[in-house]
């Protein structure tokens, strides 16, 4: 850190020098043109290339037994150009893993290959997608496939339940993207005023993102149980007392999402205030549930707890609202 003295002229203006090493590395001089941009903790920041257009972050990655992951990393970064070389030839099995790999990646392409290289390019725009529009998407989906999931349980649907879990591979992708938009405006300034999201709503959605993404995975594995149950028959009182529990927690997680996007306090309290509620439901669920056979009763109990964690997640996602209060 260097620290400077503000001064003043005799018209009243404040100034400060700018560091010699830096305008010389941005290739200042007398006369050059900067922007200035405020920033909400109260920072300025001095852009000395406003008017160029940005470079594509560009990187090479040797193929490795880690391949996938390492992509998946450098889209996470924020990267816009991969490039996969190898020191004689990329092997088919290599191709596979990489075309595999960005079926799960929104907006990558392969627009270079051949025996021994591959380049994939990101073809999205960060400014055209607001985080609010990808994490709505991503809700609606976990949404409908937690609502899916309960009712396939309750009316014993394996065909319903199978549907659910390739549903899950949609909300990873739209996860990813999310996390690839929010650490590009973290590292672009402009983009985030543009987008109107600070470094602390960066921090906010993310949370809430991997809240959203762990209720679809809840969802699958309730959808897993149904499929291992293969279309077991429960009491009516079972049924009923599901549905009941069910209700609160999807009107919940729903709310939640609702109160975070909107800064709206007192629904997001309403969210923690129907906790009695979901016990009470819970319990009447659990009692139900022991009345069944043995083995079935000890492969529902996992089961009820997968549909209440739900609420869980949805509380915790209400308590990231007062934050974003301004």
């Not at 020191?87 to 799960?104: V, W």
């Not at 599901?242 to 909107?262: E, P, Q, R, T």
Request: hydrophobic share 40%; with cysteine; proline share 3%.
């Amino acid at each position: 850190m260097e620290l400077r003295r503000v001064q003043k002229t005799r018209g009243g203006t404040f100034f400060v020098t700018l560091p010699k090493e830096w305008a010389a590395k941005n290739g200042i001089e007398r006369g050059s043109i900067i922007s200035t941009s405020m920033a909400d903790d109260g920072r300025l920041v001095i852009n000395p290339r406003y008017n160029l257009e940005p470079s594509p972050l560009t990187i090479t990655i040797r193929p490795s037994q880690h391949l996938s992951r390492e992509i998946i990393g450098k889209y996470l970064l924020g990267y816009d150009v991969i490039r996969v070389e190898a020191k004689d030839r990329i092997t088919t099995e290599q191709r596979e893993t990489i075309k595999q790999t960005l079926t799960r990646l929104i907006g990558l392409e392969i627009i270079e290959e051949d025996y021994a290289k591959i380049v994939i390019q990101c073809l999205l725009e960060p400014s055209a997608l607001a985080p609010e529009k990808v994490l709505r998407r991503e809700h609606l989906i976990t949404s409908s496939m937690y609502r899916d999931a309960v009712t396939a349980l309750i009316e014993c649907e394996i065909q319903l339940a199978s549907n659910i879990m390739a549903r899950d591979d949609e909300v990873d992708r739209l996860y990813f993207l999310l996390v690839r938009i929010l650490r590009t405006v973290i590292q672009n300034p402009s983009l985030s005023e543009k987008l109107e999201v600070s470094a602390i709503d960066c921090l906010d959605y993310r949370l809430t993102a991997s809240l959203v993404e762990a209720v679809g995975d809840q969802s699958s594995q309730i959808a897993e149980y149904v499929l291992r149950l293969g279309g077991s028959k429960y009491s009516e009182e079972f049924s009923r007392s599901v549905s009941d529990l069910h209700k609160v927690v999807y009107d919940s997680y729903g709310d939640a999402l609702a109160a975070f996007l909107s800064h709206n306090i007192s629904m997001a309290d309403s969210v923690r205030d129907r906790k009695a509620v979901v016990e009470e439901l819970y319990r009447k669920v659990e009692t139900a549930a022991n009345k069944l056979s043995i083995e079935i009763a000890h492969s529902l109990i996992p089961v009820i707890s997968l549909v209440s964690r739900t609420y869980d997640y949805s509380v915790d996602i209400s308590d990231l609202t007062t934050p974003r209060i301004r």
